[in-house]
């Protein structure tokens, strides 16, 4: 063989048995080759084989085992992002004709789905709040109504919805729930009757914001029927960030409860301002959803929300004060961030809907990374002193 | 400026903090802001938004397409569905290259069918028919040339036109032949579509794709389902893509040089019955390969005397072709449609988009020419 062959196929490395790699290499390769025609054509071959990197790659495999049983589900499919993942959840369920709930109070880009592009696919929507179980009822009745999207809790406002009584009614009509769980947490609400879970894999799975990525996660035939879509549609995940966030997942546990803990914290120390109107952190006892986040979660995560009792130019203000949070998007990451809600969340509202989703100028929302609780509070106390005077 | 040094340059300044010459990989998800009042002063929010990596890599492959701006995606499907879901509503209809690659055939007929939109899959080799299917409410001409695996060409230039005088954008898929052989948009058409996966990476390294677009309003239109439905290139993918794009020309160059030559061997082999390469003077389009691009690429297919059989024997006798179905790296990859790629396509649908039996499909690398000419060689001669 030539040196220019060579190159292009070049020595393999076997590792002596026993000597493996503690971590799992990237699999960066996007062709998988097969010993013959035949090998490649089993059926065993077929369903659970590599071949093309857009189909399936081993490192990304490996994530979505992984996540899916961090949820209490049996498959995945892992998706380029979050939003990717919703898509992925909703055209799978959805056809011309047919209708999809969601609520005001969801993340801005799902509203931004339901309200401007799915009509363009045929699809109708109808958005209530995620506590009007009555009007719930009404439109889960509707033949045409086909499928549920939600947040537990939800993004930005925290509000908790009551998962049990919301799947009930959706299952006594035959509705297709999808759960986008990204700010309950991988280990949370598992236990209920959802038929698909959404997450944000940049959140708190990766942990570390420097990764993108998404899953849907079910039982294993309703994954094995959404597959194909997901081939068809493209939305594969890069298998490095696949590795980045099995690495961001090591220390899952462990980041979450220092979220949580250190959430509540600072939830409570706002909660004791004079600037402060309102704190919405279902981890906090005066919290109205804080009894049923106690029934349904392990742990509220690292988002909070609270109004100041200030003008937009007072609250952009203080957020400006701030040192240690970055003002910027996203969530869960080991720095603290912060974000002007109406700016960043509430763009696409009229003031009639900001209002019912309780959406003022001060409200400002919080992601509490893993810095000690003293610093963040510190600063945050600094903030109020230069802007309040 | 030449091509090779725009490949080289465009979209690429150095880092202004350090002088780093590569553009570093900005693996982060998101962008701190100077103040909530300058939000978005900077152009970086949230990576799903936007990535200083990512575009690096849109501005470079604008420049070598010609086109306003690019958006990229994690895979070339994503990139079609995006075209797709930009243009098309319920209740519209698209026109599409009768030989398409078989995932943008699937998400035509399996995904948005289900949504309302109506396609005509014709024959866009054929400008008349084209021209025929045109309706009221056409909103989109999607072909691919040369297509996958047929190498069937469409004439960028008529179909253009038709698009044109119907006020309804003509997009290209230009994964063979990327810019540097071939360029849509100069051609007349208003988009051009890739899997980066294929020549711009050249390295099977990554999977992606891209959309360039001649003017900013389509670009506008197709960057927002881009972000809304986060189907998104990841940073390193984006600066795996920039590495490989720096050699396109001179591999591109190369490999099909080898196809030519390959081409021409198999042309004189008793167990060939057929050899399609736009390079040779028998394919059928040769002229229009000639007119419409400056080179002929690295993909090939022939046909082996002895049907399913025999390509499926000489799949397994290859050594140094690597049996892959992916195309445009620098190793050699063969495939054998009827068993590989198209194995759950009905034998009518297979045949309706020209695949025979014995159709075998060579993705020529970079290899010393004379090493894969004798792995042919040897494998041919065991039928």
């Given at each position: 063989?030539?040196?220019?062959?060579?190159?292009?196929?070049?020595?393999?490395?076997?590792?002596?048995?026993?000597?493996e790699?503690?971590?799992?290499?990237?699999?960066?390769?996007?062709?998988?080759t097969?010993?013959?025609?035949?090998?490649?054509?089993?059926?065993?071959?077929?369903?659970?084989?590599?071949d093309?990197?857009?189909?399936?790659?081993?490192?990304?495999?490996?994530?979505?085992?992984?996540?899916?049983?961090?949820?209490?589900?049996?498959?995945?499919?892992?998706?380029?992002?979050?939003?990717?993942?919703?898509?992925?959840?909703?055209?799978?369920?959805?056809?011309?004709?047919?209708?999809?709930?969601?609520?005001?109070?969801?993340?801005?880009?799902?509203?931004?789905?339901?309200?401007?592009?799915?009509?363009?696919l045929?699809?109708?929507?109808?958005?209530?709040?995620?506590?009007?179980?009555?009007?719930?009822?009404?439109?889960?009745?509707?033949d045409?109504?086909?499928?549920?999207?939600?947040?537990?809790?939800?993004?930005p406002?925290?509000?908790?919805?009551?998962?049990?009584?919301?799947?009930?009614?959706?299952?006594?009509?035959?509705?297709?729930?999808?759960?986008?769980?990204?700010?309950?947490?991988?280990?949370?609400?598992?236990?209920?009757?959802?038929?698909?879970?959404?997450?944000?894999?940049?959140?708190?799975?990766?942990?570390?914001?420097?990764?993108?990525?998404?899953?849907?996660?079910?039982?294993?035939?309703?994954?094995?029927?959404?597959?194909?879509?997901?081939?068809?549609?493209?939305?594969?995940?890069?298998?490095?960030?696949?590795?980045?966030?099995?690495?961001?997942?090591?220390?899952?546990?462990?980041?979450?409860?220092?979220?949580?803990?250190?959430?509540?914290?600072?939830?409570?120390?706002?909660?004791?301002?004079?600037?402060?109107?309102?704190?919405?952190?279902?981890?906090?006892?005066?919290?109205?959803?804080?009894?049923?986040?106690?029934?349904?979660?392990?742990?509220?995560?690292?988002?909070?929300?609270?109004?100041?009792?200030?003008?937009?130019?007072q609250?952009?203000?203080?957020?400006?004060a701030?040192e240690?949070?970055?003002?910027?998007?996203s969530?869960?990451?080991?720095?603290?961030?912060?974000?002007?809600?109406?700016?960043?969340?509430?763009?696409?509202?009229?003031?009639?809907?900001?209002?019912?989703?309780?959406?003022?100028?001060?409200?400002?929302?919080?992601?509490?990374?893993?810095?000690?609780?003293?610093?963040?509070?510190?600063d945050?106390d600094?903030?109020?002193?230069?802007?309040?005077? | 400026?030449?091509?090779?040094?725009?490949?080289?340059?465009?979209?690429?300044?150095?880092?202004?903090?350090?002088?780093?010459?590569?553009?570093p990989?900005?693996?982060?998800t998101?962008?701190?802001?100077?103040?909530?009042?300058?939000?978005?002063?900077?152009?970086?929010?949230?990576?799903?938004?936007?990535?200083?990596?990512?575009?690096?890599?849109?501005?470079?492959?604008?420049?070598?397409?010609e086109?306003?701006?690019?958006?990229?995606?994690?895979?070339?499907?994503?990139?079609?569905?995006?075209?797709?879901q930009?243009?098309?509503?319920?209740?519209?209809?698209?026109?599409?290259?009768?030989?398409?690659?078989?995932?943008?055939?699937?998400?035509?007929?399996?995904?948005?069918?289900?949504?309302?939109?109506?396609?005509?899959?014709?024959?866009?080799?054929?400008?008349?028919?084209?021209?025929?299917?045109?309706?009221?409410?056409?909103?989109?001409?999607?072909?691919?040339?040369?297509?996958?695996?047929?190498?069937?060409?469409?004439d960028?230039?008529?179909?253009?036109?038709?698009?044109?005088?119907?006020?309804?954008?003509?997009?290209?898929?230009?994964?063979?032949?990327?810019?540097?052989?071939q360029?849509?948009?100069?051609?007349?058409?208003?988009?051009?579509?890739?899997?980066?996966?294929?020549?711009?990476?050249?390295?099977?390294?990554?999977?992606?794709?891209?959309?360039?677009?001649?003017?900013?309003?389509?670009?506008?239109?197709?960057?927002?389902?881009?972000?809304?439905?986060?189907?998104?290139?990841?940073?390193?993918?984006?600066?795996?893509?920039?590495?490989?794009?720096?050699?396109?020309?001179?591999?591109?160059?190369?490999?099909?040089?080898?196809?030519?030559?390959?081409?021409?061997?198999?042309?004189?082999?008793?167990?060939?019955?057929?050899?399609?390469?736009?390079?040779?003077?028998?394919?059928?389009?040769?002229?229009?390969?000639?007119?419409?691009?400056s080179?002929?690429?690295?993909?090939?297919?022939?046909?082996?005397?002895g049907?399913?059989?025999?390509?499926?024997?000489?799949?397994?006798?290859?050594?140094?072709?690597?049996?892959?179905?992916?195309?445009?790296?620098?190793?050699?990859?063969?495939?054998?449609?009827?068993?590989?790629?198209?194995?759950?396509?009905?034998?009518?649908?297979?045949?309706?988009?020209?695949?025979?039996?014995?159709?075998?499909?060579?993705?020529?690398?970079?290899?010393?020419?004379?090493?894969?000419?004798?792995?042919?060689?040897?494998?041919?001669?065991?039928?």
């Open positions: 063989m030539k040196k220019e062959t060579r190159v292009t196929h070049q020595p393999e490395i076997e590792l002596p048995e026993g000597n790699p503690l971590v799992d290499p990237v699999y960066r390769s996007v062709k998988f097969f010993p013959s025609i035949g090998a490649a054509l089993t059926p065993e071959a077929r369903r659970e084989g590599f093309y990197t857009r189909d399936a790659n081993p490192t990304t495999r490996q994530l979505e085992l992984l996540t899916a049983e961090l949820q209490g589900r049996a498959d995945g499919i892992c998706v380029a992002t979050g939003m990717a993942a919703v898509w992925l959840s909703v055209l799978g369920n959805l056809g011309a004709g047919d209708r999809i709930v969601f609520f005001l109070e969801c993340y801005r880009p799902i509203r931004t789905m339901a309200r401007e592009r799915l009509p363009r045929g699809i109708e929507f109808t958005m209530l709040s995620v506590h009007d179980h009555e009007a719930m009822a009404a439109v889960f009745a509707r045409d109504t086909k499928a549920l999207i939600f947040e537990a809790p939800t993004n406002m925290l509000q908790v919805p009551d998962i049990s009584a919301i799947t009930a009614l959706a299952t006594q009509h035959g509705v297709t729930t999808i759960l986008d769980n990204t700010f309950g947490g991988l280990h949370n609400h598992g236990r209920f009757d959802i038929d698909y879970y959404v997450h944000s894999l940049t959140k708190y799975a990766s942990g570390h914001g420097d990764v993108m990525g998404g899953v849907v996660i079910s039982d294993e035939q309703r994954i094995r029927a959404l597959k194909p879509l997901a081939v068809s549609m493209g939305a594969t995940l890069d298998p490095g960030a696949a590795f980045l966030i099995l690495r961001g997942l090591r220390t899952y546990y462990l980041r979450h409860r220092r979220h949580s803990e250190t959430a509540l914290a600072v939830a409570e120390f706002l909660a004791g301002r004079s600037e402060v109107e309102r704190v919405f952190y279902p981890g906090l006892e005066s919290d109205p959803g804080h009894a049923l986040a106690g029934q349904q979660m392990d742990g509220c995560g690292a988002v909070l929300s609270f109004d100041l009792k200030a003008d937009k130019k609250a952009w203000a203080f957020i400006d701030l240690l949070f970055a003002t910027t998007s969530v869960g990451s080991t720095e603290s961030l912060v974000a002007p809600v109406k700016l960043y969340f509430g763009r696409d509202l009229s003031e009639e809907e900001a209002r019912r989703a309780g959406i003022v100028d001060g409200t400002v929302r919080l992601s509490v990374g893993l810095e000690h609780p003293d610093d963040l509070i510190a945050l600094r903030a109020f002193a230069a802007t309040f005077t | 400026m030449g091509f090779t040094t725009k490949q080289i340059h465009a979209g690429v300044t150095p880092d202004p903090e350090t002088g780093s010459i590569l553009t990989v900005y693996q982060t998101t962008f701190v802001q100077e103040s909530v009042d300058k939000y978005l002063a900077k152009g970086y929010s949230y990576s799903r938004s936007a990535n200083p990596t990512v575009r690096a890599l849109e501005e470079k492959l604008a420049v070598l397409e086109g306003v701006d690019c958006t990229c995606y994690s895979t070339g499907m994503a990139a079609i569905q995006a075209v797709i930009a243009c098309l509503s319920a209740g519209d209809h698209a026109i599409v290259s009768d030989v398409a690659y078989g995932g943008t055939y699937r998400i035509c007929t399996k995904v948005y069918q289900r949504f309302g939109v109506d396609f005509t899959f014709s024959n866009t080799a054929d400008p008349d028919a084209v021209a025929a299917a045109v309706q009221d409410n056409t909103r989109l001409i999607l072909t691919e040339t040369p297509a996958n695996p047929t190498l069937k060409l469409t960028i230039q008529a179909i253009s036109e038709i698009a044109q005088a119907h006020g309804v954008p003509h997009a290209v898929d230009n994964t063979f032949l990327t810019p540097f052989y360029r849509p948009l100069e051609l007349g058409a208003d988009i051009a579509i890739h899997s980066t996966t294929k020549y711009f990476d050249g390295h099977n390294a990554t999977v992606g794709g891209a959309v360039v677009t001649k003017s900013r309003a389509l670009d506008e239109s197709i960057r927002f389902i881009q972000n809304a439905s986060g189907v998104i290139m990841s940073p390193w993918v984006a600066w795996l893509t920039l590495q490989g794009i720096k050699t396109l020309s001179v591999r591109l160059e190369r490999q099909s040089a080898n196809a030519q030559a390959i081409a021409e061997f198999l042309g004189s082999h008793p167990r060939v019955a057929k050899v399609s390469y736009p390079g040779l003077k028998s394919f059928e389009q040769h002229e229009l390969a000639k007119t419409q691009a080179g002929f690429g690295a993909m090939l297919w022939f046909e082996v005397e049907g399913v059989a025999a390509g499926k024997r000489l799949m397994d006798s290859v050594e140094l072709c690597m049996l892959a179905e992916n195309l445009g790296s620098v190793e050699t990859l063969i495939t054998h449609p009827v068993t590989m790629t198209h194995a759950d396509v009905e034998e009518a649908e297979r045949k309706r988009v020209g695949i025979t039996d014995g159709l075998v499909r060579l993705s020529v690398g970079l290899e010393d020419v004379e090493d894969l000419i004798g792995d042919l060689s040897q494998a041919l001669d065991r039928l």
